[in-house]
């Protein structure tokens, strides 16, 4: 079974980190790719860009945008399934504080 953690993109790559994937449907500013080290980038996973802007428009609306981006999840099986064969041990990464949208993710990831 996979291990999933959660990370800051910004943050360099550590031996526990197991597979690096970003979650985040913009590349992080100011990152190199370099810098990044990425497995992954599996932009199917990520919230589109409309629900990113509403959620961006109505951050109080947490229970809502979960919902809506575990509908676009519904759709997203086969970067769903990249992230879920990534490896033992795969980490998650953005570049938000807040990464709601992980959370969602690794409620998804785990009920599988």
Same mark, same amino acid.
């Given at each position: 079974?996979t291990?999933?953690?959660? $990370?800051? &993109?910004?943050?360099?790559?550590t031996?526990?980190? $197991? @597979? %690096?994937?970003?979650v985040?449907r913009?590349?992080? %500013?100011?990152?190199?790719?370099?810098a @990044?080290?990425?497995?992954l980038?599996?932009?199917d @996973?990520?919230?589109s #860009?409309?629900?990113?802007?509403? =959620?961006? &428009?109505?951050?109080?609306?947490? /229970?809502? =945008?979960? /919902?809506?981006?575990? @509908?676009?999840?519904a759709?997203? $099986?086969?970067?769903?399934?990249?992230i %879920? *064969? &990534?490896g033992? !041990? !795969?980490?998650?990464? #953005? &570049? *938000?504080?807040?990464?709601e949208? !992980?959370?969602v993710?690794?409620e998804?990831?785990?009920e599988d």
């Open positions: 079974m291990e999933f953690r959660r $990370g800051r &993109a910004y943050d360099p790559r031996p526990e980190d $197991g @597979a %690096r994937i970003l985040d913009l590349w992080p %500013r100011g990152l190199k790719k370099e @990044a080290d990425l497995d980038w599996p932009k @996973a990520t919230p #860009t409309d629900l990113r802007k509403w =959620f961006h &428009a109505n951050p109080d609306q947490v /229970e809502e =945008f979960a /919902e809506r981006y575990r @509908a676009e999840l759709q997203a $099986g086969e970067a769903l399934d990249e %879920r *064969s &990534a033992e !041990v !795969v980490t998650l990464l #953005t &570049a *938000s504080n807040d990464g949208h !992980v959370k993710l690794l998804i990831l785990d």
